[in-house]
């Protein structure tokens, strides 16, 4: 620390000496009445809310304890700068630290989320990290980083200014998830009967889950299919453990959002032969399934649209490529994700102990409801306009929180800069 930039009254403290690493243990998580929990994939990086979580009926190994006011530090992958604000009692994973204040007088609890969202803590979590495939930093080492601590009264003003910046991010992503509920809506509602009220037929088919046979309306010019009859290739990727700055990007699970759309943030790139290359190349209009992950996540999937360098696939994945007379690739991207919004996946999925696989001819013998190709057109146009919204909202989103990041490094600043 630049202890000559100090402002008066603030003083250098070490992490450890004002927070402490709560670890409460709860093993009866039935006889606690806790009905939330929470794991690394439930913290959004850079949002300090927690907005999704399993519940204790779907199971848990978990057993470590956090209750409302404590802090939730990610301490695998810290460069996913992973950090929440506990609003809510519930158990969280082994990979998650529970902070809290030793002395709110000395303190303030509602600071704490910031002071672990500044860059020098991130930085310090991140240097002092083990393990190549999966590092992890640890309560022993970040208790000794060093920051300056501002008097209670500024501590007050600075939390004030935070969170006030927090709630306009909050507002924007309150407006995204309720786009989102509308999203799923519309998918549900129009691949079950087109854009408009059209005439109908009754048709004898699959019921929504495809678990039985029902009387279903259908508009007049709409087929039964199954997926494999309009499929023209469905191939599984492949497995590679080894690493190379110089190879081929390869997608794998962590590059498909919840919402089926990529993510380039985190790449991993591998040597590839020609022959794998040429095997396992993506090209646009492909689409990637994932048919492998744990319960909740398998089957998401995305529509190959293209990326700046050649891309290949993990064997985590099946790409299907789609007979272009019949299906609109974009179409049968949204169908898919429609099955995977329902729990059509989850339901159909083999199960593992912290996994579970949609096998190749699993997926293939669903059924889908076929438009004519104008229709399915249309259909795709109409939820390009709803995504163009997502991308509007995200942008603004992306904005605000580049402010309350700047605000925060500036308001909570790192060693040698000056205090505001």
């Not at 992503?173 to 109908?200: P, S």
């Not at 095997?279 to 492998?292: A, E, P, Q």
Request: glycine content about 4%; some cysteine.
């Amino acid at each position: 620390m630049n202890l000559n930039k100090l402002k008066p009254d603030w003083k250098v403290v070490k992490f450890g000496d004002v927070v402490k690493n709560a670890n409460l243990v709860e093993r009866d998580i039935e006889g606690s009445g806790i009905e939330r929990i929470v794991g690394l994939e439930h913290i959004d990086p850079e949002n300090v809310h927690i907005r999704r979580w399993h519940s204790p009926e779907d199971g848990t190994s978990f057993t470590r304890k956090f209750v409302p006011g404590q802090t939730l530090f990610g301490k695998r992958r810290a460069y996913q700068r992973k950090v929440a604000f506990a609003e809510f009692e519930g158990i969280c994973s082994g990979d998650i630290l529970t902070f809290e204040t030793k002395d709110s007088k000395a303190l303030l609890p509602e600071l704490l989320p910031f002071i672990c969202q500044t860059d020098a803590f991130f930085d310090y979590a991140l240097s002092t990290s083990a393990g190549s495939l999966s590092p992890r930093t640890s309560w022993k080492a970040l208790k000794n980083f060093e920051f300056s601590l501002p008097p209670l009264d500024e501590q007050k003003r600075i939390a004030e200014i935070l969170w006030a910046a927090d709630e306009a991010e909050y507002r924007l992503h309150e407006t995204y998830y309720n786009l989102a509920d509308i999203e799923k809506k519309e998918l549900i509602r129009v691949l079950e009967g087109g854009l408009t009220n059209a005439a109908r037929k009754i048709l004898r088919a699959k019921s929504l889950f495809q678990t039985q046979w029902i009387n279903r309306a259908i508009p007049m010019d709409w087929k039964l299919r199954e997926l494999r009859e309009v499929i023209v290739e469905a191939k599984s990727g492949f497995a590679s453990g080894d690493r190379s700055n110089d190879g081929l990007v390869q997608l794998r699970m962590n590059n498909v959002s919840r919402r089926c759309q990529p993510s380039w943030d985190e790449l991993t790139r591998i040597p590839v032969t020609p022959e794998e290359y040429s095997s396992y190349l993506l090209v646009k209009g492909d689409i990637l399934f994932n048919n492998t992950n744990s319960e909740d996540l398998v089957g998401k999937s995305f529509l190959f649209e293209e990326y700046t360098e050649p891309v290949v696939f993990s064997n985590h994945f099946t790409r299907l490529r789609v007979d272009a007379d019949q299906i609109v690739p974009d179409y049968c991207a949204l169908w898919i994700k429609r099955g995977f919004w329902i729990g059509l996946f989850q339901r159909r999925c083999q199960r593992w102990i912290g996994q579970a696989a949609v096998q190749q001819d699993n997926l293939l013998s669903l059924q889908i409801l076929l438009p004519t190709l104008d229709e399915q057109q249309r259909i795709v146009d109409y939820f390009r306009q709803i995504n163009s919204k997502f991308n509007e909202i995200e942008n603004h989103i992306q904005i605000l929180r580049n402010i309350r990041k700047s605000l925060t490094n500036k308001l909570l600043p790192s060693e040698g800069d000056s205090h505001v």
